[in-house]
């Protein structure tokens, strides 16, 4: 991801691939440190399937946070 900063406003969303085709399910838009706390806090397989959106890249969850 490239560099953003804690209040920049993200999309974090969760993609089903058990869906025909994904689904992808917006949990919310809303500054990147509000929605990495969300994020931590949703069971391990759901976190598995969440990735946040900038203006101008995505990365899965669990790769920015094991970086």
């Known amino acids: 991801m490239r560099t953003t900063f804690d209040q ?20 919310v838009y809303a500054p990147l440190a509000e929605a990495l706390r969300l994020a931590a806090e949703q069971p391990p397989e759901v976190q598995d399937g969440l990735f946040i959106a900038t203006d101008n890249d995505v990365v899965a969850y669990l790769d920015l946070i094991n970086g």
Do not use: C
């Open 8 to 27: 920049a406003t993200v999309r974090l969303y969760h993609l089903d691939s058990a869906s025909e085709g994904g689904a992808a399910t917006t949990l």
